[in-house]
């Protein structure tokens, strides 16, 4: 339905898109620990939805289908961020992950191998994978997470930020662009696969040819490199 100046209603919005919002919570829990509900996130979503339709005008440019995944993925990360399950163990670990990496590979000139990682932070290989897994869920730390998801960064509406922040947030894509070029080819593909073709982990390991907890392994470490190029931009 239509309101009388010719633009969609809002109950018209939520009703177009409510399937949207399972499927973007499903997506999402699928790299979460299993402690976290997608009832939850279901219901933060559709918080995130009716926002949507309250606020979307569509005479800026944007089609209600980009605003409304940017409003129900936000909602959703703005929960999972308000009831944070690691222990801040779990973000020490974290960050001494990325920086044992980091060290590794300006050693050796070229991609970390696990064991020695695992060798460099003084830990067993399985507690190395341990550590890697913590460290993946401990944030969402996804292109949503870094501020940027499928169809740009920011809000398409554009009309709270200020010229400041938007130089900002064209240093920080710049940034970003350049942190995911500069890791791995085989990491980089499984991101691309991950987020931008949405498939899952165990079709991505069909793909290359390995196992589905390889695949896990290869993500958090994608995730764990970005996470030390840009910890200016994320906290750390």
């Known amino acids: 339905m239509y309101n009388a100046d010719g633009t969609v209603t809002h109950d018209t919005l939520v009703s177009r898109h409510a ?26 979503g559709m918080i995130g939805l009716l926002d949507a339709a309250h606020q979307y005008d569509e005479r800026q440019g944007a089609s209600s289908e980009t605003y409304a995944s940017i409003r129900i993925r936000g909602a959703m990360l703005d929960e999972l961020r308000r009831n944070d399950w690691a222990p801040k163990s779990v973000h020490r670990k974290s960050r001494e992950l990325a920086e044992a990496v980091q060290r590794v590979e300006a050693a050796t000139g070229r991609e970390a191998a696990d064991e020695e990682v695992a060798a460099e932070m003084g830990v067993e290989l399985d507690d190395y994978y341990r550590i890697l897994r913590d460290a993946n869920t401990s944030r969402v730390l996804s292109f949503d997470d870094l501020g940027l998801d499928d169809y740009g960064l920011g809000d398409p509406g554009g009309a709270e930020a200020t010229p400041h922040q938007h130089v900002e947030d064209d240093a920080f894509r710049s940034n970003l662009a350049g942190a995911i070029q500069e890791l791995p080819e085989r990491e980089r593909l499984i991101l691309a696969l991950y987020y931008d073709e949405e498939l899952n982990l165990k079709v991505i390991g069909a793909v290359l040819r390995v196992s589905e907890s390889r695949v896990s392994q290869l993500l958090s470490r994608a995730h764990v490199r970005l996470r030390g190029q840009l910890q200016d931009w994320t906290g750390g």
């Open 19 to 44: 399937g949207l919002v399972k499927r973007l919570a499903y997506h999402l829990a699928a790299r979460l620990p299993a402690s976290v509900a997608v009832d939850d996130l279901i219901q933060a």
